[in-house]
C-alpha cells in the first residue's frame, strides 16, 4: 500500500520559514522523482519543486531563492526548506512521486501552509 506522511505546514509571519517533509512507503523510492506542488485557493494547482532520482533539483520561478528541496533516499523522505515565505505561498502542498519513464504517480493528502501576519 502506498502511503505518504506529510509533515510541517502550518501558519507563519511574512519573512518566516517552514519545512515540510514527507515520508513515503509501499514504492521503491529512489526510482521515483519526487516533487512538491501547491495548490491555492481558486487557482489550479502547480509544481513548486521536483528533485529527480539522481538528485537534481527544479524550482519554479516564483521560489528560487529561497525554496530548497531535498531527498533522503535512505529515509524514503523528500523535504521542502521555504525561507523568506510571502502571503502569495499560502496553499495546501502536496508531496508527489512520478516513476521515472512512467505514467505511474502517486499524490499526498496535502499540508496546510499559511503565510500571514
Known amino acids: 500500500q502506498v502511503q505518504f506522511v506529510e509533515s510541517g505546514g502550518g501558519l507563519v509571519q511574512p519573512g518566516g520559514s517552514l519545512r515540510l517533509s514527507c515520508a513515503a512507503s509501499?514504492?521503491?523510492?529512489?526510482?521515483?522523482?519526487m516533487g512538491w506542488y501547491r495548490q491555492a485557493p481558486g487557482k489550479q494547482r502547480e509544481l513548486v519543486a521536483r528533485?529527480?532520482?539522481?538528485?537534481?533539483?527544479t524550482y519554479a520561478d516564483s521560489v528560487k531563492g529561497r525554496f530548497t528541496i531535498s531527498r533522503d533516499n535512505a529515509k524514503n523522505t523528500v523535504d521542502l526548506q521555504m525561507n523568506s515565505l510571502k502571503p502569495e505561498d499560502t496553499a495546501v502542498y502536496y508531496c508527489?512521486?512520478?516513476?521515472?519513464?512512467?505514467?505511474?504517480?502517486?499524490w499526498g493528502q496535502g499540508t496546510q501552509v499559511t503565510v500571514s501576519s
Open positions: 528533485i529527480t532520482r539522481l538528485g537534481v533539483p
Open positions: 508527489h512521486a512520478r516513476l521515472a519513464g512512467r505514467a505511474v504517480e502517486y
Open positions: 509501499g514504492i521503491s523510492f529512489s526510482d521515483y522523482t
